[in-house]
């Protein structure tokens, strides 16, 4: 069972800036990790791709958080975290991280459980 428990939501003003983490663990077989993600949704809307982190360290980012926002790991491979500043009331939403790569034979695709940004204007 592979698990991905994100934190370091909150309420920030706008302009302001948070941190979020994500830690990806598993136990009982051989686990790696190919591709951490995190992702957005606001009420009323769909979830949509923030910024990508490979095992190569190669980051992709969605255009409305260039030069905003950037995911980086830390503390290995296990861990990973956005940097968010100049934060926008349009950034308010549930930030899901995701992770994807190999537990024992088989791959996985798993979700945390979310962490509420709220921006205030």
């Known amino acids: 069972q592979v698990q991905v428990v994100e934190s370091g939501g909150g309420l920030v003003q706008a302009g302001g800036s948070l941190r979020l983490s994500c830690a990806a663990s598993?136990?009982?077989?051989?686990?790696?990790?190919?591709?951490m993600s995190w992702y957005r949704q606001a009420p009323g809307k769909q979830r949509e791709l923030v910024a990508t982190?490979?095992?190569?360290?190669?980051?992709n980012y969605a255009d409305f958080v260039k030069g905003r926002f950037t995911i980086f790991r830390d503390n290995g491979w296990n861990t990973v975290r956005l940097q968010m500043n100049s934060l926008k009331p349009e950034d308010t939403a549930v930030y899901y991280c995701?992770?994807?790569?190999?537990?024992?034979?088989?791959?996985?695709?798993?979700w945390g459980q979310g962490t509420q940004v709220t921006v205030s204007s």
């Open positions: 995701n992770a994807e790569g190999r537990y024992g034979i088989r791959r996985y695709n798993d």
């Open positions: 982190i490979t095992s190569g360290g190669i980051t």
């Open positions: 598993a136990s009982g077989r051989s686990f790696s990790i190919n591709v």
